[in-house]
């Protein structure tokens, strides 16, 4: 990195050990390709969003260039209150339609542990404001967090189960909306877009930082995987509701809180044929990880409607 562009870049973030975050009173922002400094340009950056997040890694120092030599640095204490405290390494994780350009600039060669698979991305501060290093790919107002307001949502979990039969599905569901903040769950409740259908406790693919089932002690799950097999009337009952109400509508199987959809196929595809005999409104959504393309074959084919001449 030339000297001229150092300037430019805001200031290294760090946090303490409560999570109290602050900006070093002269180090640069820096960012990472991999495990490998990669010159981070103003151009690259943007004013975080608004409804963007902001994580602390533990165990892993912050690094930042030094604008009178240009050289990389790692901050292992800073004065906090009068006394010398660790310091730990500061990400954003931007809103939904803008991808990361750089990772957070860390040393991450003592963490023993995985990371949750959240995208942390390279973030400083300049001019009162955070910077993240990103770019915006799209916008759509149905993953705005604008539109999901907790003040609204309350009220409607409220009116659906008065006017909804409720059962072990939507007692999931309503924990997914009130405290995971899933937005798919939340639509369900305001009765609109995108909501989901979790049916699957199970999983074939073991990745690593898994959101949902960690079992080891490598870190804490950021939500519960779904504990139990939901059954079919439920299913239909919410899904076929929603599509004959909600604009946009969509019902999705494949959710973050649940394992892969296709190891219950047998369910989706029973499931399917019963909503498209009840309604032919809206859109019946598949997320997956494509591994039993058999089984992702015959579930269009449980939605598809007889001919007249059938």
């Not at 990371?115 to 149905?142: C, H, I, M, T």
């Not at 259908?197 to 693919?205: I, M, Q, W």
Request: glycine share 6%; aromatic share 10%; net charge positive.
């Amino acid at each position: 990195m030339t000297a001229p562009n150092l300037k430019d870049l805001p200031l290294m973030l760090y946090a303490d050990p409560k999570g109290r975050i602050f900006e070093h009173p002269y180090l640069k922002m820096a960012g990472f390709s991999g495990s490998k400094l990669y010159t981070i340009k103003p151009e690259d950056l943007i004013i975080m969003p608004e409804f963007s997040k902001l994580f602390y890694i533990p165990a892993c120092p912050p690094m930042g260039i030094d604008p009178n030599t240009g050289t990389l640095r790692t901050v292992h204490e800073m004065d906090v209150g009068g006394r010398s405290v660790p310091c730990f390494a500061v990400a954003a994780f931007l809103e939904p339609g803008f991808v990361r350009t750089h990772l957070p600039a860390a040393d991450y060669h003592k963490k023993s542990f995985v990371l949750p698979s959240w995208a942390y991305s390279a973030v400083g501060f300049r001019d009162d404001q955070y910077w993240s290093a990103g770019f915006e790919v799209e916008y759509n107002k149905r993953w705005d967090p604008r539109h999901y307001d907790d003040r609204e949502l309350i009220p409607a979990i409220s009116s659906f189960k008065k006017k909804n039969p409720t059962g072990p599905l939507v007692h999931h569901l309503t924990a997914c909306a009130k405290e995971n903040h899933c937005f798919a769950a939340k639509n369900l409740f305001l009765k609109r877009w995108e909501a989901p259908l979790p049916v699957s406790r199970k999983c074939n693919a073991a990745c690593l930082g898994c959101l949902s089932l960690q079992p080891g002690a490598s870190f804490e799950a950021s939500h519960e995987r779904i504990r139990f097999t939901p059954k079919m009337d439920e299913i239909v009952t919410l899904a076929v509701a929603h599509l004959e109400c909600a604009p946009e509508a969509i019902v999705s199987f494949g959710q973050g809180c649940e394992g892969e959809p296709l190891t219950e196929h047998q369910l989706i595809a029973e499931s399917i044929r019963e909503i498209r005999k009840q309604t032919l409104k809206g859109t019946i959504n598949l997320n997956t990880n494509g591994s039993f393309p058999g089984r992702v074959q015959k579930l269009p084919k449980a939605g598809s409607i007889p001919s007249a001449s059938a």
